[in-house]
């Protein structure tokens, strides 16, 4: 079996991007690719579609669910929380024998800025493992986005929140990001990574306004994926 065709590492993270657990890998579909996703990260529920309508663009449009917010809706005072997000990658530079792939992505471009983040990324397969190294800010560079609003009605103007975010140029105050795959076998990789984001600076928090969830006690996380089938 030839090493170079295993795992490609496309399957998406939980909001649907190419990657890994909750972070973006340098990695996008093939052109004219299609994916859909239904992730559950409790008490997060994240369901969509993205595509690759050019060789160099991974689009994502998809719906973000919060379970059990306090003071919602229902009648024992806890309801779902549910925001829109569209975010892209751009494939900047392929990878090559030597040189990594780069990308530039952005999370959540439009509206209330609850998830939004922009972000670089290198990735590069070496045998059996695929490394990503990146840079980011917003959510997930573990910013509080807060600092960002000029007001949390005007989602469909240029003044929203998550534009105001993006067309800051100011790159300062963010976080790195990274993971490890290690393809073991053409149908099973063991994965780890590095995730700078701090859920207790979310606008919409569960963690601080809910039923009991403790925040996580690590910015590491592990997995192993299996693929059942072709």
Known sequence: INSSLYSSNLTSNFAGNTGVLETPNARIMPDWSMRFFLNKDKPYTYYGV???????????????????????????????????????????????????????????????????????????????????????????????????????SNSGSSNNNAFNFMKDLEWGGGKPFGSIVFNATPDISLMAEYSSIDYSKDKINLFLNGPKYELPDSKTNYGVKYNISD
């Open 50 to 152: 993205a595509a690759t309508p050019l060789p160099f663009l991974e689009a994502n449009f998809h719906m973000t669910q919060v379970d059990g917010i306090a003071g919602i809706t229902n009648s024992d005072g806890y309801g779902d929380y549910k925001d829109k997000s569209i975010s892209f990658k751009l494939l900047l530079q392929k990878e090559g024998d030597y040189s990594p792939s780069l990308v530039f992505g952005a999370d959540d471009i439009d509206g209330t800025s609850l998830y939004t983040s922009k972000y670089i990324a290198l990735s590069k397969k070496i045998n059996y493992f695929d490394f990503t190294l990146g840079y980011a800010k917003g959510r997930l560079g573990g910013e509080d986005l807060r600092k960002y609003e000029v007001n949390t």
